[in-house]
Nanobody, 124 residues
Framework: QVQLVESGGGLVQAGGSLRLSCAAS????????MGWFRQAPGKERKFVAS????????YYADSLKGRFFLSRDNPRNTVYLQIDNLKPEDTAVYYC?????????????????WGQGTQVTVSS
């Protein structure tokens, strides 16, 4: 079993930045592909970004490229999502997910483990 705990969310003004963290426990996630999704109020959860276990393959939702940056620190069992130039439409609960192996995955059903989410609220 892998337990995932997100942190780093909060209230930020438009144009600001945040770095979300996803700390894993239970097993080392160096062999896991990791992903981030987000769910805005009243909307479905959507893919944000994913990183392969080797830390060399990343994939981003097209609309988010250039502002979202994903990285992982395997010795720390942690994945980071840096979000720059935040916009009000980025307001959502951000979820971390994990799946054993692979390069990257973009759909919810491809992931086996999920965190509880961290709220990001961007004021205009």
């Amino acid at each position: 079993q892998v337990q995932l705990v997100e942190s780093g969310g909060g209230l930020v003004q438009a144009g600001g930045s945040l770095r979300l963290s996803c700390a894993a426990s239970g097993r080392t996630v160096s062999s896991y592909s990791m992903g981030w999704f987000r769910q805005a109020p009243g909307k479905e959860r959507k893919f944000v970004a994913s990183i392969g276990w080797s830390n060399t393959n990343t994939y981003y939702a097209d609309s988010l490229k250039g502002r979202f940056f994903l990285s992982r620190d395997n010795p720390r069992n942690t994945v980071y999502l840096q979000i720059d130039n935040l916009k009000p439409e980025d307001t959502a609960v951000y979820y971390c997910a994990a799946r054993l192996g692979g390069n990257y995955y973009t759909t919810e059903t491809q992931y086996n483990y999920w965190g509880q989410g961290t709220q990001v609220t961007v004021s205009s």
